[in-house]
C-alpha cells in the first residue's frame, strides 16, 4: 500500500463519519416522530412504526463499521498501536450496543405490545391493571439494564477515541495543519461527548453529549479533503540560500561582467567563480 493509499483511505473514513453526523442528527427526529404516530394508531401499526424507527439505527451501524474497515487497511501498512486499539475497541463498543439493544428491543417491544393490547378494544379489568404495573415494573428493569449497557460502551468507547487523539497528536505531520488540527480536535471532542454519555443518567449530559458529538464527527469529517491535498515538501534552508545568491549576484564584482545562472567561470575575464 502507497501513501496515496493511506490518504485515500483516510479519506474515506473522513467521508463515512459525516455520513454518520448527519445520521446522527436526523435519526432520533425520525425515530421520534414515528414512535409518535404508532401510539397514536394500533396496535399493528405501532409493531411496524417501531421496526422503521430502527433504520437510522441500522444505518448508523453500516458506516461505523464500514469507516473501521478504512482504519483496519490503513493500520495494515502503518500498523501504529494507538490505530489498532481503536479499532479493536471501537468496534467492541458497537458490537456490545448493538446485539444488546437488539435484544432488549425485542423484549421491551413485545411488553410494550401486550400492554397497549388490553386497553383494546376495552378498558382492562382490576386483574389486567394488576398484570399491566408488572409488566411495567418489569420494562424499568429492562431500562435500568439499558442505562448499565449505554455506560460500560461509553467507557470502552471513550478509551478508544482517546487512542485515536493520541495517534494523530503523535503522527500530525503526516497531514496538512488545518486537517490535522482538525482531526485532533474532533477524536478529543468525541471522546468527551463518550464521557457525557456514560452520565447520560443525568439527562443534561446526555445533550452535552449530543452537541460534543456533532461537534467532533464533523471535525473528524475534514479528513476527506486528504483526497485533494498533495504535500509539498519545503525546500531545503541550504538550497534556498543558494538560490536567492545566485538570483541577486547577476555580475561579477571584479570585471561587471554579466554572470550565467549556473556558470563556474567568468565569460569575461576566466576568473573562477566562489
Given amino acids: 500500500m502507497t501513501d496515496v493509499n493511506i490518504n485515500y483511505e483516510f479519506s474515506e473514513f473522513g467521508r463515512k463519519i459525516r455520513i454518520v453526523a448527519i445520521i446522527v442528527i436526523i435519526g432520533p427526529i425520525i425515530s421520534i416522530l414515528l414512535t ?17 424507527s430502527t433504520i437510522p439505527s441500522i444505518l448508523l451501524l453500516i458506516f461505523n463499521i464500514s469507516a473501521l474497515v478504512n482504519v483496519k487497511r490503513i493500520n495494515l501498512q ?4 494507538n490505530l489498532a486499539k481503536f479499532h479493536s475497541l471501537l468496534l467492541g463498543a458497537i458490537i456490545f450496543t448493538n446485539v444488546l439493544f437488539a435484544i432488549l428491543l425485542g423484549v421491551m417491544s413485545f411488553f410494550l405490545v401486550d400492554i397497549m393490547s388490553k386497553f383494546y378494544p376495552y378498558p382492562p379489568s382490576t386483574l389486567e391493571i394488576s398484570s399491566i404495573l408488572e409488566m411495567i415494573m418489569i420494562l424499568f428493569i429492562f431500562l435500568g ?3 448499565a ?14 487512542n485515536l487523539n ?3 497528536i503523535e503522527n500530525a505531520s503526516m497531514f496538512p495543519p488545518n486537517i490535522s488540527k482538525a482531526a485532533i480536535d474532533g477524536s478529543k471532542n468525541l471522546k468527551t461527548a463518550a464521557l457525557c454519555t456514560a452520565l447520560i443518567f443525568l439527562i443534561i449530559t446526555g445533550i452535552i453529549g449530543i452537541i460534543f458529538k456533532l461537534i467532533g464527527y464533523f471535525s473528524l469529517a475534514k479528513l476527506k479533503d486528504l483526497t485533494s491535498y498533495t504535500y509539498q515538501k519545503p525546500p531545503d534552508q541550504l538550497e534556498s540560500v543558494k538560490a536567492r545568491t545566485l538570483e541577486y549576484a547577476r555580475y561579477y564584482p571584479y570585471c561587471g561582467a554579466q ?3 549556473e556558470a563556474r567561470f567568468c565569460m569575461k575575464c576566466g576568473k573562477a567563480l566562489n
Fill in 259 to 261: 554572470l550565467e545562472p
Fill in 36 to 52: 409518535f404516530f404508532s401510539l397514536i394508531l394500533s396496535t399493528t401499526l405501532f409493531i411496524v412504526f417501531l421496526l422503521i
Fill in 78 to 81: 502503518l500498523n501504529n498501536h
Fill in 149 to 162: 449497557i449505554i455506560i460500560i460502551a461509553s467507557i470502552i468507547e471513550m478509551k478508544a477515541w482517546d
Fill in 145 to 147: 439494564i439499558v442505562f
Fill in 166 to 168: 493520541n495517534f494523530f
